[in-house]
T-cell receptor, first 109, second 118 residues
Framework: GQNIDQPTEMTATEGAIVQINCTYQTSGFNGLFWYQQHAGEAPTFLSYNVLDGLEEKGRFSSFLSRSKGYSYLLLKELQMKDSASYLC??????????FGTGTKLQVIP | DVKVTQSSRYLVKRTGEKVFLECVQDMDHENMFWYRQDPGLGLRLIYFSYDVKMKEKGDIPEGYSVSREKKERFSLILESASTNQTSMYLCASSLQVARGADRYNEQFFGPGTRLTVL
């Protein structure tokens, strides 16, 4: 497997920017996913990074450094609806994906 | 819209019972997955299937089996349920996405089945 580490919980203020970090083992690594999961709901796809660098998608951006085994998800202009768990997941092959335990983000007014 | 459905949202079973969890997807996806999600442990892969009648063990297959007789349906079977199998079970199917020279599989999840084994 590919051990994945991410913070358990984070709190941020509405309108602010928050960065959620993720580290993973680099052996056999192919690409890095971020998923969002609201409480009681299924995870939904946010992003996939395979090359080094930043990929921007609206208020959300995801960064990858393959050499460092490091990724982050950046959320700008936080809204209350962004309160959710954010799952970092590494892909080591065509189908198999290993998920981290998730970071529970609470957005406060 | 991709739709992945699971047969039950909540299920209560007794120790030793045989349990079937059904998952159906309507987008002709090749790959299907079964995960369990537990607090502090995250999503863990039980089994996946990349074609009809094909299956591969995930990270925690012990105590589970699967069946994929039709492309759209992937069943998870607990032959003899135990209390440590109380969990949220999530099914997913995946679509291969081409982005330039990259290929990756975006997974679409069902709503989950919360199973309690007494």
């Amino acid at each position: 497997g590919q051990n994945i580490d991410q913070p358990t919980e984070m709190t941020a203020t509405e309108g602010a920017i928050v960065q959620i970090n993720c580290t993973y083992q680099t052996s056999g690594f192919n690409g890095l996913f971020w998923y969002q999961q609201h409480a009681g709901e299924a995870p939904t796809f946010l992003s996939y990074n395979v090359l080094d660098g930043l990929e921007e998608k609206g208020r959300f951006s995801s960064f990858l450094s393959r050499s460092k085994g490091y990724s982050y998800l950046l959320l700008k202009e936080l809204q209350m609806k962004d309160s959710a768990s954010y799952l970092c997941a590494s892909s080591g092959g065509y189908q198999k994906v290993t998920f981290g335990t998730g970071t529970k983000l609470q957005v406060i007014p | 819209d991709v739709k992945v459905t699971q047969s039950s949202r909540y299920l209560v079973k007794r120790t030793g019972e045989k349990v079937f969890l059904e998952c159906v997807q309507d987008m002709d996806h090749e790959n299907m997955f079964w995960y369990r999600q537990d607090p502090g442990l995250g999503l863990r892969l039980i089994y996946f299937s990349y074609d009809v009648k094909m299956k591969e063990k995930g990270d925690i297959p012990e105590g589970y089996s699967v069946s994929r007789e039709k492309k759209e349906r992937f069943s998870l079977i607990l032959e003899s349920a135990s209390t440590n199998q109380t969990s949220m079970y999530l099914c997913a199917s995946s679509l291969q996405v081409a982005r330039g020279a990259d290929r990756y599989n975006e997974q679409f999840f069902g709503p989950g089945t919360r199973l309690t084994v007494l």
